[in-house]
């Protein structure tokens, strides 16, 4: 966590960073050799003493330099993965105005980011995760195929919702990260939102490719959507008319629905 502190006015990164090694270390397995070893206290207390030096500004840049660092830190090692997963929060509102240092966390979504170097080149990638989404119209589902085991209604009108996780790959890793992040993200909402639905995969491939087709700096897309059915409650049992109003959510069992698109 970094408080960035302007007078009254502070901002937050709040961070969890995974760093993984990988390189000329097979003594240490074999032979109990640590002398090429980095600790991983070390490379715990290294993520803090960057952030210290320099302010974290995105999570993508602030990967690519631990990666740098390390690189050139430790001889044995050819390859450095950083895994970072920013938590985000937003001011309270105090009024009609926000407040310059009380916050609360947004959730259950996080933003994410993977920086991979070795002694050749760096290859960012970011994404977003458990991105809580629903439409609850010009959606449907039917057409499908039918057994003995079919029990699925078709239906031209149901909710569709999930928790969507997205990563995807750019081409340049000197981008404004933090800008081009948020346009992604705008894009896949805004496809989400207006797409005329016949299935989780038909909406998947369309906001996929809207990325594609908008955001040039985007080479490739991964986007998984777990189905979160919300099943239409019989009101008639209780003499009352279903109306396609009232609904049981439910998280378990659902279809896992994943695709990636590369240009």
């Known amino acids: 966590m970094q408080v960035l502190r302007r007078s009254d006015l502070h901002d937050l990164r709040d961070l969890t960073i995974a760093v993984r090694f990988e390189g000329d270390y097979d003594t240490s397995y074999t032979d109990g050799d640590n002398s090429a070893v980095l600790p991983t206290d070390t490379m715990k207390n290294t993520v803090y003493a960057l952030a210290a030096r320099e ?33 985000l929060w937003g001011r309270i509102a105090r009024g009609e105005r926000q407040h310059g240092n009380a916050f ?3 959730g ?41 085991y079919t029990t699925l209604p078709e239906t031209r009108d149901r909710l569709l919702a999930t928790a969507l996780t997205a990563t995807w790959e ?6 404004e990260f933090g800008p081009t992040w948020r346009a992604v993200k705008h894009t896949l909402l805004e496809t989400f939102a207006e797409h005329r639905s016949e299935s ?24 998984v959507m777990p189905n979160r059915h919300h099943l239409p409650f019989d009101l008639t049992r209780f003499g009352l008319e279903n109306r396609n109003e009232i609904f049981v959510a439910t998280e378990e069992p659902h279809g896992l629905i994943a695709a990636t698109l590369v240009r």
Not at 62 to 82: E, K, S, Y
Not at 123 to 146: N, W
Request: proline share 4%; charged share 25%.
């Open 200 to 223: 989780v995969q038909h909406t998947l491939h369309a906001m996929g490719q809207a990325v594609l087709d908008a955001i040039d700096t985007v080479e490739s897309i991964r986007l």
């Open 55 to 87: 302010p974290v500004q995105e999570p993508e840049s602030f990967g690519q330099r631990l990666a740098r660092h390390f690189l050139t830190q430790n001889d044995r090692l050819t390859r450095v993965t950083v895994d970072l997963v920013e938590h």
């Open 170 to 175: 750019y081409r340049d890793t000197e981008i």
């Open 104 to 106: 609360v966390r947004r």
């Open 108 to 148: 259950p979504e996080t933003r994410t980011a993977v920086v991979t170097g070795d002694r050749a080149c760096t290859r960012v990638s970011a994404g977003a995760s458990d991105l809580v989404i629903m439409k609850s119209a010009h959606s449907a589902f039917a057409g499908f195929p039918r057994d003995q």
